[in-house]
């Protein structure tokens, strides 16, 4: 992501600054550029375009040594780097709490030494701490580029130079690559996107356009045509693609290959691309790129944990903040390296490379804890503690492997990674290893995994069983998003029922589902014979509900219990809506429905936590924006066992499907 001084063509910084922008844009969650982070692959594409020739080129001169080249890198990396890891560090320390910072410690020294790819792809999870409180995740992908440098000397030094055969090897690497991303993205997603094999196809399109189609005039009509398309397959993705988007893979092919097309695309003086990309603000951004990408995200993520509301002003704001900041880091940080003598003895690049990871250690063993007791905003991190601790004991009580505290679950994710199939499997034999007894069968996600847990406090002389998939709707062969959800439930279900379940309960958080999933999920039901139930959906709200316990002026109190608006709570459209639509779907089915929203949202306010008798700090019904702490879940133990309806159901009393 950054720039090298040979350079200069004006549609490499006008492609940079596209990029960026891109980046910064869906960063700010802007929705027109919900896939704005394509812009990173574009910047992969850039580098490979520029560092695969130079190499290839100092390799066939007899010139090139792989110390001098890392020291360059190094050079360009670092210097602005540094000041962004220290604001980050300070950013941590006011705002984190104790478990939270200790996490940033260590993607703080794994962002210095260039590895935080690895470091995210080992936090991963779906319960993993909440991407807008990681002020360094966008550090990944200066990972993959320095991996890449790491990498490629190597796998160039094998043909020595010979632009057919190193032309022959790329190819072969881009498919083999490619390959491994469209294989991983199926059931390792995250490492498909975190780490640098999947991803070096796209250096290696860069590195073929940069041996083959250098800078070279050539009619308008063809330049035009080739940079058009290009630029156009770039906006495109980014505003078509989004979270559910399953990336890299094959969706990953428009942007770098428009990326491509951009650069090869022959130059035309009266090409009005040519001039876009050329125009002195686009090179002027794009000069300054890397720092503006080393910037925006802290600066958003800072905004994002000390405002009660991230608005989307505000983080714009951040975004045109970052370009003040890129500016002055370009004049006064990173390029001064670039010209003086004395930054071109490799000891003292290296020596300030060494002081990301020196002051994360320095942090972790030199008294972090003791520092920040003094620091202001001490409030603030007790409340991010306890959240912590919410979340930890939510965890251990809920999700853990011992079965007489947490409860016998089976979930697709254990193999999920083996794909849809083998976690079917994997679900099955799970239920097949239960001995044969009486049981209440949940299907859900994590909502669902916190019903399920309600449930058995309510009516602990009945058992319950979780089968459970992450973040999907309980529908039958569903897909949403990225995910196959619930694959093979019919089968999973028929095997349940041999092993005793005499009910089953859907349960999850119920996004806007077409009717066509509906009815598909009846038809799978409907054979089994057994009485099913639906419990409705639970609020999901704009951010931390933690954070809104902190003296929000909305805050109500009424008999100990603490209320916020409906409209600062539930983010996700038309909850009430949803619930109808849940309802009918019962009904026409025979099934019992139960509604979940009204427990927590009555008329227009909603539960959010309980006062604190003695004035100390709330206690908290949700540890993030929409899951339930342990006292969350007693809470809706009681309020479920209060329905004589469910009860009943529960008892073994409830109307078998039609």
């Excluded at 910072?101 to 030494?113: K, P, V």
């Excluded at 701490?129 to 966008?138: G, V």
């Excluded at 679900?427 to 007894?437: G, K, M, N, Q």
Aim: charged share 15%; with cysteine; proline share 6%.
């Amino acid at each position: 992501m950054q720039h090298d001084g040979a350079d200069r063509q004006g549609e490499v910084d006008g492609l940079r600054a596209l990029a960026v922008l891109l980046v910064a844009l869906f960063h700010a969650q802007l929705n027109d550029f919900r896939g704005g982070f394509v812009g990173v692959d574009v910047f992969f594409v850039i580098s490979g375009y520029l560092i695969i020739p130079m190499i290839v080129r100092a390799q066939a001169e007899g010139r090139f040594t792989f110390g001098a080249f890392m020291a360059r890198r190094l050079r360009r990396l670092v210097p602005a780097l540094l000041p962004v890891l220290v604001f980050a560090a300070g950013a941590a320390a006011l705002l984190l709490g104790a478990g939270r910072f200790s996490d940033f410690l260590a993607t703080l020294a794994g962002a210095g030494l260039f590895v935080s790819n690895q470091v995210f792809l080992a936090q991963a999870g779906y319960f993993d701490t909440d991407a807008a409180e990681k002020l360094l995740l966008h550090t990944w992908s200066l990972g993959v580029e320095f991996q890449f440098y790491l990498l490629t000397p190597f796998l160039l030094g094998l043909v020595r130079g010979r632009p057919a055969r190193v032309a022959a090897l790329l190819a072969v690497l881009c498919v083999m690559s490619l390959g491994l991303s469209l294989w991983m993205v199926e059931g390792r997603a995250e490492a498909a996107f975190f780490t640098t094999p999947p991803r070096f196809w796209e250096f290696g399109v860069g590195g073929l356009v940069g041996l083959w189609c250098g800078p070279r005039a050539g009619p308008l009509w063809a330049a035009m045509g080739a940079r058009g398309l290009g630029l156009g397959l770039i906006l495109w993705a980014a505003l078509s693609y989004d979270a559910g988007t399953r990336f890299p893979g094959v969706w990953a092919l428009p942007p770098v290959l428009g990326a491509a097309l951009v650069l090869a695309a022959p130059r035309a003086p009266r090409d009005p691309f040519l001039r876009l990309l050329g125009a002195r603000g686009s090179r002027w951004l794009g000069l300054r790129s890397y720092s503006m990408y080393l910037w925006h995200w802290p600066l958003i993520v800072t905004a994002q944990l000390s405002a009660e509301r991230a608005t989307e002003g505000l983080l714009v704001g951040m975004v045109l903040l970052s370009i003040l900041a890129a500016a002055l880091s370009y004049r006064w940080v990173e390029t001064p390296p670039q010209r003086r003598a004395e930054w071109l003895r490799p000891t003292r690049i290296v020596t300030l490379w060494a002081l990301a990871p020196a002051l994360a250690l320095g942090l972790w063993a030199g008294g972090g804890a003791a520092l920040r007791a003094d620091l202001p905003l001490a409030g603030w991190r007790a409340m991010a503690d306890r959240v912590d601790a919410a979340r930890a004991a939510y965890m251990a009580q809920t999700t853990g492997a011992d079965r007489a505290v947490a409860g016998w679950q089976c979930s697709y994710d254990t193999a999920a990674a083996d794909g849809p199939a083998a976690a079917a499997r994997m679900v099955r034999a799970c239920l097949a290893a239960r001995p044969r007894a009486p049981f209440v069968l949940v299907v859900g996600d994590s909502h669902g995994r916190d019903v399920f847990q309600a449930l058995r406090r309510a009516f602990p002389q009945r058992a319950f069983v979780l089968v459970h998939q992450s973040s999907c709707p309980a529908l039958a062969d569903h897909a949403y998003r990225s995910s196959r959800c619930f694959p093979e439930l019919g089968r999973t279900l028929e095997l349940a029922r041999a092993q005793g379940a005499v009910s089953v309960v859907l349960a999850s958080h119920w996004p806007e589902t077409p009717p066509a999933a509906l009815a598909a999920t009846a038809a799978v039901l409907s054979p089994l014979g057994l009485p099913v139930a639906v419990i409705g959906a639970s609020p999901i709200a704009r951010g931390s509900l933690a954070r809104k316990l902190l003296g929000d002026p909305d805050l109500v109190t009424q008999a100990g219990a603490l209320f916020l608006p409906e409209t600062q709570v539930s983010r996700r459209g038309a909850p009430r809506a949803r619930e109808a639509a849940l309802a009918g779907w019962a009904a026409e089915n025979g099934w019992l429905f139960v509604p979940k929203f009204p427990l927590f949202c009555a008329e227009t306010l909603c539960r959010v936590g309980w006062a604190d008798p003695q004035g100390g700090l709330p206690r908290l019904m949700f540890w993030d924006n929409q899951h339930l702490t342990l006292a969350g879940i007693d809470w809706l133990a009681g309020a479920l066992a209060a329905r004589p309806d469910l009860a009943a159901f529960v008892a073994g009393k409830g109307a078998r499907t039609q």
